[in-house]
């Protein structure tokens, strides 16, 4: 949190802290020079953070205002008072493959292919390598065969998440885990289907103009709130009352 | 004559905090903290509006890890401790500044409220704060509302309607046995809703719930009056947008009120400003220094020195911001009213804990708009959620949009790099529970204790707060040790329930460490027919 608690602690600890800060450092480094560099970079980050966040996200990071490590526990085992290690596992030994929804414009996957299923396609000489395929659909529940649109995004067979840009608003997306051998492509997984709203009104202007008067008085400029296809119309931002 | 209706809304939430395996643990410090700054003085200003014969409606939420710490007895008792350590502080404190007047006063002030902390907290509500919100919701000023069991961001569970039965039923459920009655309204965490939730709130008996305003003016048909009438769900459930406009002047550090040279500044503490040597028993052991909550110093404007804090410019500077506040009110409903031909319901949610803890004048903010509010005799009146949705029942019907109120509008604060990795384990944690009252549909003794905690283990690994804390970078390794705690103790539980190897002596551990919800039944995580439930989303839009 300030230089005091940074000079306490060892240089491995400030080397692992300069790291998870993507502080560049010269392995000479002196303790001092390490803990300067960490702060600046802490404080860069929080600054930046600090930018991005509303209001209500702010006052709720003040509730959290006291902390062990205010972010520098790079030591603090993940341990009970008796010892236990809380350790969980990292993968789950199956093959699936999960789509959240992020915003309008982005969703997030993640994945796992299973043991079982890995060692049989890279046992194989004509495996080529594994892509996602992001189907857009027409209805929450059509099939992929029936998809408006795909694109593929190649990943490598470490990777196990992916945070997918979308690029159409008010439709459905749903995503498949695809291994090609030899050329032949094979479906291993596929994600539930996401519904993506709009992220903007979805009613033309000057349709109702009260309505749309009200609606200057909402606060629409001040939700802070991303809005896609600049779709915001003119009429109602002429409207806001200064 | 009402030229609007008002509805002022708190949130009050912590997540569960309680370590009994640990003499002194410094993150229980978050309620500590919130009963001494936010629910005993905020208690306060409603008995002096009481005392006053002022009347005065508002909604407040009270999630049930708050509810639950609040009735925790060893927490309470730990709560005393710290108050007799902040009372042992402010009686060093005034001997230390007895020749420095401006802070010799503070150090008054914070010894005299301490003093009514303790006396309120011990003696008032026999050391369960959560009596005085009962007092005032019995007598029809509150309407207490509920939140998800663990605080859940619910968008990113959507894909299991177990889960969020889970959460909604747990909560209404401890509701019932805390204040006596089932809620009618519901915080839906972070205002972070899903098209479709509102299906498993009505099977909970819930009325309605608060948006942010695009789910409601984003939705796919237009809102007549904006976010300034309750809209229905098709389900018949309602809803209420939250007015950004409003909000912002009590939200904003910068341009809102708090943000005033003369209110006290949040980050100045003794913790921070006098030496380990004094302070030391004070701070965290190691020495590591913490606030305190002796803050000496006003907001002061830019410049590096700050100004000592004086109460009496601060309560003045609290007078013309309440009154500034009502008055833009005012204007807002005349210009709505005449606008829509009728009037304006302007619903204004906070974090309660923004009223004390990081404001601290906040409490005696609302209790001055209260008061002025009261003094417009009528013009402005303050509601309910309830006392609304009862005089004028939603007109239109809409589909509100995704949304939640934090940054840019959706999950981003939920899911990003920091703390995407949570959820390939919390899904884990819910589909093996599901699998769990499958195998084990009907237990009870030893299996059922298991079970039972099984499911307690999933609901609170699921909390908002740990990926919310991962992000803000504040306290990280304490919110990724709650994550693969609450997974590790789950997953344990599921492997011996397979294996038959069952450690009753570390089972009773976990459960008097992990002790909320004591009543809960695993088979509320019954397996639902998830194809309906997501057909049931999908065909909206």
């Known amino acids: 949190m300030n230089a005091e608690q940074l000079n306490q602690l060892s240089i491995e600890n400030l080397r692992r802290l300069a790291d998870r800060y993507d502080v560049d450092y010269a392995e000479d480094s002196e303790s001092y020079e390490l803990a300067e560099m960490v702060l600046e970079a802490v404080d860069e980050a929080r600054a930046e953070r600090e930018r991005n966040n509303n209001h209500a996200i702010s006052v709720q990071e003040k509730k959290y205002e006291i902390g062990r490590d205010n972010g520098f526990a790079p030591t603090e085992e993940i341990t009970d008072s008796d010892g236990e290690s809380f350790s969980i596992e990292q993968l789950y030994a199956e093959t699936r493959l999960v789509l959240l929804l992020r915003d309008p414009a982005w969703a997030y996957a993640y994945w796992e292919i299973s043991p079982a299923d890995l060692e049989r396609l890279t046992a194989q000489p004509g495996f080529e390598g594994l892509f996602l395929r992001v189907y857009e659909l027409q209805t929450g529940i059509a099939s992929s065969r029936e998809a408006v649109g795909s694109f593929e995004i190649p990943v490598q067979i470490d990777d196990a998440s992916w945070y997918i840009n979308l690029p159409n608003q008010g439709t459905y997306y749903r995503i498949s885990l695809i291994a090609v051998v030899n050329g032949v492509v094979e479906t291993l997984t596929q994600s539930d289907t996401v519904v993506v709203p709009l992220g903007a009104r979805a009613i033309e202007e000057g349709a109702d103009p009260t309505s749309d008067t009200v609606l200057s008085q909402s606060g629409l400029l001040t939700m802070q709130v991303d809005t896609y296809e600049g779709r915001v119309p003119q009429r109602i931002l002429s409207l806001i009352d200064e | ?541």
């Open chain 2, 1 to 541: 004559m009402s030229i609007g209706k008002l509805m002022l809304v708190l949130h009050a939430h912590l997540p569960y905090v309680r370590h009994p395996e640990y003499e002194h643990f410094l993150e229980e410090s978050w309620l500590f903290e919130a009963i001494s700054e936010t629910y005993l003085p905020l208690l306060r200003a409603m008995d002096n509006l009481e005392t006053d014969s002022i009347p005065f409606r508002l909604c407040i939420s009270i999630s049930p890890t708050v509810s639950a710490m609040l009735r925790d007895e060893l927490l309470q008792q730990r709560y005393l401790r710290h108050v007799d350590t902040c009372l042992e502080l402010a009686e060093k404190e005034l001997d230390r500044t007895s020749s420095q007047p401006e802070f010799h006063n503070l150090a008054r002030m914070y010894y005299e409220l301490y003093s009514s902390n303790r006396l309120d907290f011990e003696e008032k509500y026999e050391r369960n704060v959560l009596k005085g919100f009962d007092y005032h919701a019995k007598r029809g000023r509150l309407e207490l509302i509920t939140t998800s069991a663990t605080h859940a961001f619910l968008p990113l569970y959507q894909s299991y309607p177990e889960a969020i039965v889970s959460q909604i039923h747990t909560a209404v459920d401890q509701h019932v046995e805390v204040f006596g009655k089932a809620p009618k309204g519901f915080w839906i965490p972070e205002c972070g809703y899903y098209p479709g939730l509102e299906h498993h709130l009505r099977d909970a008996g819930i009325g309605y719930f608060f948006t942010a305003a695009h789910a409601v003016i984003f939705a796919h048909d237009k809102p007549h009056f904006g976010v300034y009438k309750p809209v229905s769900c098709p389900n018949g459930v309602a809803v209420f947008g939250r007015d950004a406009a409003s909000a912002n002047s009590v939200w904003s550090s910068e341009e809102g009120y708090p943000g005033d040279p003369n209110y006290r500044d949040f980050y100045r503490d003794i913790g921070y400003d006098l030496p380990l040597d004094y302070i030391g028993p004070y701070i965290h052991e190691n020495e590591i220094r913490i606030p305190t909550g002796f803050k000496y110093h006003a907001i002061s404007g830019k410049q590096p020195d700050k100004w000592p804090y004086d109460p009496a410019a601060a309560r003045e500077t609290v007078a013309a911001h309440a009154e500034n506040f009502v008055y833009k009110q005012r204007r807002l409903m005349g210009k709505l009213g005449q606008l829509m031909g009728s009037t304006p319901v302007v619903t204004s949610p906070y974090d309660a804990e923004l009223f004390g803890h990081w404001w601290f004048e906040g409490p005696m903010w609302l209790e001055s708009v209260i008061r002025k509010i009261h003094a417009t005799e009528g013009e402005i009146e303050l509601v309910t959620p309830s006392q609304v949705l009862k005089e004028e029942p939603p007109q239109q019907t809409i589909q509100p949009a995704f949304s939640s109120w934090g940054n840019k509008g959706y999950s981003e604060v939920w899911l990003d790099h920091t703390n995407d990795w949570v959820y390939r384990h919390t899904h884990k944690a819910i589909e093996r529970m599901i699998d769990l009252v499958d195998r084990y549909p009907d237990e009870s003794s030893l299996r059922g204790r298991m079970l039972n905690h099984a499911a307690r283990e999933v609901l609170l690994c699921m909390s908002s707060d740990w990926p919310f804390i991962m992000r803000a970078g504040t306290n990280v390794s304490y919110a990724v040790r709650r994550v693969k705690e609450h997974v590790h103790n789950f997953t344990r539980i599921y492997d011996s329930l397979s294996s038959g190897d069952i450690s009753t002596e570390w089972l009773t551990k976990i459960e008097k460490r992990n002790n909320i919800f004591p009543n809960l039944d695993y088979r509320v995580f019954r397996r639902r027919s998830s194809e309906i439930e997501q057909s049931k989303i999908l065909k909206m839009r």
